[in-house]
């Protein structure tokens, strides 16, 4: 006994409507996760153009006769609000976590400073140190630093600072 012609249509009929259902759906989907992925794209393309960070100042702090000693920045957000809990710390070239100690806010509003310190930095006349932060948007503030001094007197002075963003525009 075999399937009559109109009951034939009938499962073909279901088949393709229930296929063009299907893909309809898929394709809605596709299409708002397109839309919210253009959409975080230009909020993070704003954000990298309107984020920048500033040293404004720096202190430094040892004990007498110490062969090492702390350098604190003071950082000024003087763009977007950033968030301090997302960003990574490399210093002299590595990333580090232990030597580096950053802000524990959830965020740095437009014009709040926040203090960066990196621990335990020998001291030893004429070498260079660098920090780099690198914020949740991919941009960094790199500083360079060296000691002025022998192993138990001196001071630490800035060579320079210096805001990027890689990957703008």
């Known amino acids: 006994m075999g399937v009559s012609g109109p009951a034939a249509f009938a499962v073909l009929l279901i088949a393709v409507t229930v296929s063009f259902g299907m893909l309809y759906a898929s394709g809605e989907t596709l299409y708002s996760m397109m839309k919210e992925a253009g959409s975080d794209y230009n909020e993070m393309v704003v954000k ?26 003071a ?49 030893v006349n004429g070498t260079a140190h660098s920090l780099v932060i690198s914020t949740e948007i991919g941009c960094g503030l790199k500083i360079k630093w060296e000691w002025l ?20 525009g």
Request: hydrophobic share 35%.
């Open 48 to 73: 990298v153009r309107t984020s920048h960070l500033e040293l404004v100042n720096y202190s430094y702090s040892t004990l007498p006769n110490a062969t090492v000693y702390d350098m604190t920045f």
């Open 149 to 168: 001094g022998n192993a138990t007197d001196g001071a630490p002075r800035v060579i320079g600072s210096a805001w990027y963003c890689p990957g703008e």
């Open 75 to 123: 950082i000024l957000n003087a763009g977007s609000t950033l968030s301090p809990n997302e960003w990574g710390y490399i210093y002299d070239g590595m990333m580090d976590s232990t030597s580096v100690v950053g802000p524990s806010s959830e965020y740095l509003l437009p014009g709040e400073t926040a203090q960066v310190s990196v621990i335990n930095v020998p001291k």
